[in-house]
């Protein structure tokens, strides 16, 4: 199994909204991403976990935080979100210590704030 | 400061014919190189990778060059066929950190035409 899934595919929320948005892979990888993409850009590192810690906090928003319940899930709260905020939100994994630094991304959950 | 660049933000190819990808960097101590695909409204998928220690990697249809007294790289597809038409990320790991950031160029928009 070599797939990241992610839900939901599109998302619709106002700005006073609570949402989540999960991540899940049965890779056995202990690194998971989360990114956001804008139309005709390359994605943007959001954060970085390592054995379920967060080890790399790209300076985002509090308006969005990571959680890491377990080695296999990834969610993303989303809170008080601005327009500007819509994005293809990405969740991508990859094996430590390994060898090689291919990360495997999901398909993305299409983000728009009203 | 971008320190990874693809400058053709667009290329077409016929359909049989090579289909060639340009991707320059400026930090020298990158020392490993991913290609990655991307399809609209999906995730980033890996494609292939080169080792500094190496000047060519080859899987299939897909080749990448690596220059390093030049800072280039190139990934030639041969023969390009239709499913090919996509967006192509060149990407490089920041550290030594399995965990770490990568970096991606801007993408280059590739159409293969009948």
């Known amino acids: 199994d070599t797939e990241v899934t992610q839900t939901p595919k599109h998302l619709v929320m106002g700005m006073t909204n609570k949402k989540s948005l999960k991540c899940e892979q049965h890779?056995?990888?202990?690194?998971m991403y989360w990114y956001k993409q804008k139309a005709k850009k390359p994605p943007e590192l959001m954060f970085v976990y390592s054995y379920e810690k967060l080890s790399i906090n790209e300076s985002v928003p509090s308006r969005f935080s990571p959680e890491c319940p377990n080695s296999s899930l990834l969610n993303l709260h989303l809170h008080a979100l601005q327009p500007e905020d819509s994005a293809l939100y990405l969740c991508a994994s990859s094996q430590l210590g390994q060898g090689g630094y291919e990360q495997y991304f999901g398909p993305g959950t299409r983000l728009t704030v009203t | 400061d971008q320190q990874v660049k693809q400058n053709s933000p667009s290329l077409s190819v016929q359909e049989g014919r090579i289909s060639i990808l340009n991707c320059d960097y400026t930090?020298?101590?990158?020392?490993?190189f991913l290609w990655y695909k991307k399809y609209p409204a999906e995730g980033p998928t890996f494609l292939i990778s080169?080792?500094?220690?190496?000047d060519k990697n080859e899987d299939g249809r897909f080749t990448v060059f690596l220059n390093k007294s030049a800072k280039h790289l190139s990934l030639h597809i041969v023969p390009s066929q239709p499913g090919d038409s996509a967006v192509y990320f060149c990407a490089a790991p920041t550290s030594m950190n399995r965990d770490d950031k990568i970096i991606f160029g801007k993408g280059t928009r590739l159409h293969i035409l009948p």
């Open positions: 080169i080792s500094s220690i190496k």
């Open positions: 890779m056995g990888h202990r690194a």
């Open positions: 930090n020298s101590m990158f020392d490993y």
